[in-house]
């Protein structure tokens, strides 16, 4: 998806995390976080958007802690999330030099990427089963995930990844009415396309419930496995998002 559209539905999610955190209580524990209570899911997204703004502009700087952002009083959430992504997109809209990313130099537009994806699946934590995001994006937010786990410098970040390695097992993730994913295990890594070719077990069914079981939002049998169960459950324990 091009920048307009990146920011677009950043805009769109942002909004739709701080409406349905409007609703709940700032020191309940997010049962899909559950090491974090509502008003630590808030700061983390607004904290995390004004990070990556700071990276387009002025480079690196450490990962910042989710329990130290400070996004004040609950009845000013809404605003000041919606500012941190008008930071973040007025950094990258801005920017015409490559900027350091987790993999390197790259495009400005990694981080808005990154950053959408990572709020749609926040949005997914703080709504719970009203969540809902459009087709297109789905799929992105999981080609995305699977480029994260396929590249090598994903291993120094979350060390439980090198699990993914393996001897040739291959898994499939085919949802109604798209194109699937097919991933392979190799001992260099995961190797993955959008492909619908046989594998050792499938996972099939709506696209918005795959993406909610890849990223570990729901349990693996909310859809519909066929075949090897213990690669699915051996995945999900090395890929937490």
């Known amino acids: 998806m091009d920048t307009t559209r990146l920011a677009e539905a950043l805009h769109h999610h942002t909004a739709a995390i701080a409406e349905a955190a409007a609703c709940g209580d700032p020191d309940a524990r997010v049962p899909t976080c559950p090491d974090w209570p509502l008003r630590v899911l808030v700061g983390h997204v607004g904290q995390a958007h004004r990070w990556a703004a700071s990276i387009v502009r002025s480079g690196p700087s450490p990962v910042p802690d989710p329990f130290d952002a400070d996004p004040g009083d609950p009845a000013g959430w809404s605003a000041w999330l919606r500012a941190g992504a008008t930071d973040l997109v007025d950094a990258v809209s801005t920017s015409d030099s490559p900027v350091w990313t987790f993999f390197g130099q790259g495009p400005a537009g990694f981080w808005l990427r990154r950053l959408l994806n990572d709020a749609v699946v926040h949005h997914a934590d703080a709504a719970g089963r009203a969540f809902s995001v459009a087709p297109e994006l789905a799929e992105d937010v999981i ?99």
Do not use: C, M, Y
């Open 143 to 241: 080609s995305d995930w699977f480029g994260l786990l396929a590249n090598p410098a994903t291993r120094t970040l979350k060390p439980d990844v090198a699990g993914l390695s393996g001897t040739g097992q291959t898994l499939r993730f085919l949802p109604d009415h798209a194109e699937g994913w097919h991933v392979t295990r190799t001992p260099d890594g995961i190797e993955w396309t959008r492909a619908t070719a046989p594998a050792d077990v499938t996972l099939s069914g709506p696209l918005t419930d795959l993406l909610l079981v890849l990223t570990r939002r729901r349990p693996a049998d909310d859809v519909t496995i066929t075949g090897d169960r213990d690669l699915v459950d051996h995945w999900l324990a090395h890929s937490a998002a």
